[in-house]
């Protein structure tokens, strides 16, 4: 059951009207979905068929196998860079920041130096970011990432649950049906689920059943009964954001006590999409595009296995009237003698080994098309004998360019969303402190993975070719003594997303650390000129008389 904060108000269950329950909605709504859903089936049919099965499908019927791999391997490849990417592991994804101005006001406020409270703001910021990433494997979000990553290069679609009461999961379409506006906002949200009734409360079963008495059998046999969790935009707050009112039904009648409102941007709901077009409430899937070469590899990889094992079959072809006889051929041990003309005895041969040729040479130039498409790390490399590591670093960037629409849908629609659900499930707990202090409109989160480290790839990219091109012309030395150290090494790491403070020297410590450098070099090389002067001033001066 849904475990957002409940409404004060609540209205006695009542039978839904023919059409206006959960059930009928959802049914109606199905039909919008279908041509996207029979698209994905499609898709997943000729790649990973168990992600997306047919209608209908249970757990004792077999899966069609594809004959080749390569949509298979394509699709996992996707889904695991999509997933390193956008959530890298032991690293913040995103960064928190306040404005300026806030921070100036709380300066005058406090009358403390400026320094240490702008420290203590950014301690307070990293705590929160390292907390919150830390949310995501406490709920065990990256396998539920990770097949949702699988369903958008499929399907295009995919919804992430956050609940704040147990561990994150992934819907897949099959499950649930939405309708968005003309900005691509959602705005009304039916989910599916079949649950055991005994997970009812008492209260919610008996008003369930006194207002479907139809439900009874099912909830006294303990049989599976439909579970809708319906929420639907109710109008924007005063920040502009869409507010949403939700309630859970069993069937066509809605269960008591469990309406609830909420803010879009902190919803346990995440719906994806990508390659959505307009006026389109659904996307469509990576690998869609690449339907044509993942059909022709599919017929031509079935047409050559199929060939193989044909080819494969040995046939003994006896000349009729010949006086070998047959059964004594076949029953003869290896090695034996028997009588007979070795002309009348023949193979029968498949001659067939230049339309094969053909075939397999088409089948590596469209697997390598594909490659290519699904970013798989073989097909980077050139095929040459000696190949650099930085023309391979170079492609790599260049074929994860060819997908910067997925990662710059994803940043929003996923980043951001996780980022601000697990803030507020933090924030509604009252455990974490410093949410506490700060308001949800002071923060101000920004990805730093996904399309931002794409971004920042290029950048250190091209500061590595600008330095070896200055060393290459220049020297060096030149190199030394023309560019600014400390704000090269910013820039270098800026560039990599490695926060530089408290690791790049101030202007004040390189200073003094040279002062005090010089000062001990003018020591050590006063201390010989002295031994020298003492020398030189007792070299006429009598032996002292030791004393008796």
């Not at 394509?74 to 913040?92: I, R």
């Not at 900005?183 to 009812?200: A, H, N, Q, Y």
């Not at 409360?201 to 008495?213: G, K, L, N």
Request: glycine share 8%.
């Amino acid at each position: 059951m849904s475990d957002i904060t409940k409404v004060d108000t609540f209205t006695d269950p009542a039978p839904a009207k023919p059409g206006t329950g959960a059930a009928s909605r959802f049914e109606h709504l199905c039909k919008f979905r279908e041509p996207f859903l029979d698209r994905a089936r499609a898709v997943s049919k000729l790649t990973i068929p168990t992600e997306i099965p047919s209608e209908g499908h249970t757990p004792w019927e077999a899966l069609s196998t594809p004959y080749q791999s390569a949509g298979s391997r394509g699709v996992s490849n996707l889904a695991s860079k999509l997933m390193m990417t956008l959530f890298p592991p032991n690293t913040p994804f995103f960064t928190l920041s306040v404005d300026e101005a806030l921070i100036a006001q709380a300066i005058e406020a406090s009358g403390e130096d400026p320094g240490e409270v702008e420290t203590e703001i950014e301690q307070s910021l990293v705590g929160i970011e390292r907390r919150v990433s830390e949310d995501i494997d406490r709920l065990h979000l990256r396998p539920a990432l990770q097949r949702a990553f699988r369903h958008l290069v499929i399907g295009g679609n995919a919804m992430i649950n956050v609940p704040s009461n147990a561990q994150g999961r992934m819907i897949p379409l099959t499950r649930y049906v939405l309708n968005r506006d003309s900005m691509g906002r959602v705005v009304e949200l039916l989910v599916f689920e079949s649950i055991d009734p005994r997970t009812l409360r008492t209260e919610e079963q008996m008003a369930v059943v006194q207002a479907e008495p139809g439900l009874r059998k099912k909830f006294e046999a303990g049989e599976p009964v439909a579970l809708f969790t319906w929420a639907e935009a109710t109008g924007v707050n005063d920040d502009g954001t869409l507010m949403f009112e939700q309630a859970q039904w069993i069937e066509n009648t809605k269960v008591p006590g469990t309406e609830a409102k909420y803010r879009a941007d902190e919803s346990e709901w995440i719906p994806l999409a990508i390659n959505r077009a307009d006026e389109e409430s659904y996307g469509r899937g990576a690998a869609e595009e690449f339907m044509g070469d993942l059909k022709t590899l599919e017929g031509l990889t079935r047409a050559t296995v199929q060939g193989a094992a044909a080819a494969a079959r040995v046939i003994f072809l006896v000349k009729p009237g010949s006086t070998a006889r047959i059964r004594s051929l076949a029953s003869a041990p290896n090695g034996a003698f028997r009588e007979g003309d070795p002309d009348d005895v023949g193979t029968l041969k498949l001659d067939k080994s230049a339309d094969f040729a053909f075939a397999t040479n088409l089948m590596g130039s469209i697997e390598s098309r594909l490659d290519e498409a699904f970013l798989v790390g073989k097909s980077v490399r050139r095929d040459a004998e000696r190949v650099t590591a930085e023309e391979i670093a170079f492609m790599v960037q260049q074929l994860e360019d060819t997908q910067v629409g997925v990662y710059s849908t994803l940043a929003g629609s996923l980043q951001l969303a996780v980022v601000t659900r697990l803030m507020a499930m933090r924030r509604a707990s009252g455990k974490d402190k410093d949410l506490q202090l700060l308001k949800r409109s002071v923060l101000q989160p920004k990805v730093i993975a996904g399309l931002e480290g794409l971004g920042r790839g290029h950048d250190l990219r091209r500061l590595q070719v600008a330095m070896s091109t200055l060393r290459e012309f220049f020297g060096e030395q030149a190199v030394i003594q023309h560019i600014n150290a400390g704000e090269g090494a910013k820039r270098v790491f800026n560039a990599a997303g490695v926060q530089p403070q408290g690791l790049l020297k101030t202007d004040e410590q390189v200073q003094q650390e040279q002062q005090a450098a010089m000062a001990q070099q003018a020591v050590q090389a006063g201390i010989p000129n002295a031994v020298a002067g003492v020398a030189k001033a007792t070299e006429n001066q009598p032996p002292v008389e030791p004393q008796q």
